[in-house]
């Protein structure tokens, strides 16, 4: 029997089939899908070798992809609150921005992407536009 993946996680017998809607298939469907295909293959027929070996190389393929994935959002997280520390220390010092202009920082806001600064002349620039720190 044939299992076919469109547009979700399809499984089933010949005579009945289930579909679970997905957009993209994460670890542990594919790792269901690789079960239910095991599950259905007729052992005097078995998956060919190399297919198997595929299927078994694209799993690692996908464990490792995700565990980058975990690592890169914690690395991320780390960069966050290091900005915030950094931002914090910048008030009462006067910066100058990339276009030349300069002002004290009075304050600094966080929207959950970025870090603006906040200026005594009430502007607010992005902590990335800031060229240059003095006390």
Do not use: C, H, W
């Not at 293959?41 to 975990?70: G, H, K």
């Not at 915030?84 to 009075?106: E, H, N, P, R, Y």
């Amino acid at each position: 029997m044939a299992i076919n993946v469109i547009n979700g996680l399809s499984t089933g017998t010949n005579s009945s089939t289930s579909v679970i809607p997905k957009t993209d298939i994460d670890k542990n469907t594919f790792l269901r899908l690789f079960t239910k295909q095991l599950q259905y293959q007729d052992p005097l027929n078995p998956m060919d070798a190399s297919s198997f070996t595929t299927q078994l190389a694209q799993f690692s393929s996908l464990e490792q992809l995700y565990n980058v994935n975990t690592n890169l959002n914690s690395m991320i997280a780390a960069q966050k609150s290091l900005l915030t520390s950094i931002s914090s220390g910048l008030i009462g010092k006067q910066v100058t921005m990339k276009d030349g202009s300069s002002a004290k920082v009075s304050g600094v806001s966080f929207d959950g992407t970025n870090t603006n600064i906040m200026l005594d002349n009430n502007k607010s620039v992005l902590f990335t536009d800031i060229k240059q720190i003095s006390a």
